[in-house]
Nanobody, 117 residues
Framework: QVQLVESGGGLVQPGGSLRLSCAAS????????MGWYRQAPGKQRELVAT???????NYADSVKGRFTISRDNPKNTVYLQMNSLKPEDTAVYYC???????????WGQGTQVTVSS
């Protein structure tokens, strides 16, 4: 019904930058909220950032001031610009989307981000 495909992960040195993208496709009229979550080895999946169709954003405290979420509504695409990356940002990053408030969430397959020297 709805497919999410992430791209942009990779290996980067501490202090470096990466930009993740997530494109949604399928039977979509509009997407209420899109976001990014991450899961490090041995840890639970956690919220990174979300953005509504109106542009309201929410960030985890650990990434405030370093990460920026944005979206292109006509393209059903969400981006995550990650600057000043730290080793603790290493994780699999997952894209998430809810078409309507309170509706089911859709997940992408994840993209690996590794921050290491």
């Amino acid at each position: 019904q709805v497919q999410l495909v992430e791209s942009g992960g990779g290996l980067v040195q501490p202090g470096g930058s990466l930009r993740l993208s997530c494109a949604a496709s399928g039977t979509i009229f509009s997407i209420y909220v899109m976001g990014w979550y991450r899961q490090a080895p041995g840890k639970q999946r956690e919220l990174v950032a979300t953005i509504t169709s109106g542009g309201s954003t929410n960030y985890a405290d650990s990434v405030k001031g370093r990460f920026t979420i944005s979206r292109d509504n006509p393209k059903n695409t969400v981006y995550l610009q990650m600057n000043s990356l730290k080793p603790e940002d290493t994780a699999v990053y997952y894209c998430n989307a809810h078409l309507v408030p309170g509706g089911r969430g859709y997940w992408g397959q994840g993209t690996q981000v590794t921050v290491s020297s």
